[in-house]
């Protein structure tokens, strides 16, 4: 294997795919990033063996051939040769020289037959959605999946297709995102799959924008034209965009039936401006007891009280700010704040629907304008107000 490449394309590529190399692992090759060249194309890979993340770059190739380096040494030595033109050559037993025009530095790489190759994804179906909606919505998505390990159904994001509807869900049991693309361009059968939180978390960071090199500017924000196409089966998923392929096992369990949970009955309304909203709740955290975060509201037609406390350190919030609110009587109401902060942060609108029953059900907050063929929604269950 021999080739020509900027340091900076080189470094660009590697900091993407090293993002899944683990630290430690019972399998020592996965500390190295597996490389292939075939003509000028240069394909890195690397993994935990739940996730792969493939990259390809056009380099000045010479002549091809395999090796696996190691993934950190590489990478530190890489960031201290900026700006250069680096040759790489790989020598018997897997030795790599990589010289620049002032120096040469040998890395010792392993056997790439002993890297493990991500599975191919067999009767597979396929689809593909617009870059700028995966990257919109599975960030507004992810935070309310549950990291618990004991809850594998809900240790990852929803995602169900069908015609003309793309739609993504996740939930921990005490929040639930749901977010629906009614003009969705597919007019296949019905179907789904839930993927896990850290490929969700992949696919956001990587697919976001196009890539740049270390020390240039930022890539430009994609468009909608620009697709992610994803095959999958039960078992696997595989997503491209652009020189980016992640490979990832999916979730093989029930995800709950998160219809029944959503109230239907909520006609206590309020309108609120996020800002003053999202303000007041992060100082009320601050305040508020560490354990629960309870946050505390108390609506009238038109103010919305925002109190929390922590009586083991004698310390509380008390803000008003202006709110509408459709009923006449006094409505009080308590939750998590890190919780509730969460998820008002992860509106654009500029003033939120708050749809209320009762202290003990379930709240809903809504956009006070949706986007054009999109419903979104967040529920989140209120705790005691004690």
Known sequence: MKFSVKSNELISAISKVIT???????????????????????????????????????????????????????????????????????????????????????????????????????????????????????????????????RRSMNGVYFEIKKGEFKVVSTDGHRLVKIVNNNFEYDGDKTNMLVPIKTCQLMTRLFKSKGTAEGESEGEEISESQKVLIFFSNEFLKCSFSNITIYSRLIDDTFPNYESVIPSDNEKIMKVAKNDLIGAVKRSIILSDQVTNKTSFTITESELKVRAANNEYGTDADESMECSFTESDEFEIAFNGKYLLEAIQHFEADELLFDFSTPLKASIIRPSEQKENEDLMMLVMPVRNI
């Open 20 to 150: 899944v190399t683990p630290t430690r692992s019972t399998l020592p090759i996965l500390s190295n990033l597996y490389f292939n060249l075939e003509g000028k194309e240069l394909t890195i890979l690397g993994s935990d063996l739940e996730v792969y993340i493939e990259i390809k770059i056009n380099v000045e190739g010479k002549s091809d051939g395999q090796v696996a380096l190691p993934a950190k040494k590489l990478e530190t030595l890489l960031q201290n040769l900026q700006g250069k033109e680096l040759n790489f050559d790989l020598q018997n037993g897997f030795k790599t020289i990589i010289k620049t025009k002032g120096g040469k530095w040998t890395l010792t790489g392993e056997d790439p037959n002993d890297f493990p190759m991500p599975a191919e994804v067999e009767d597979s179906k396929e689809i593909d959605i617009s870059g700028a909606l995966i990257t919109r919505y599975l960030p507004k998505a992810i935070h309310a999946a549950s990291s618990d390990e004991l």
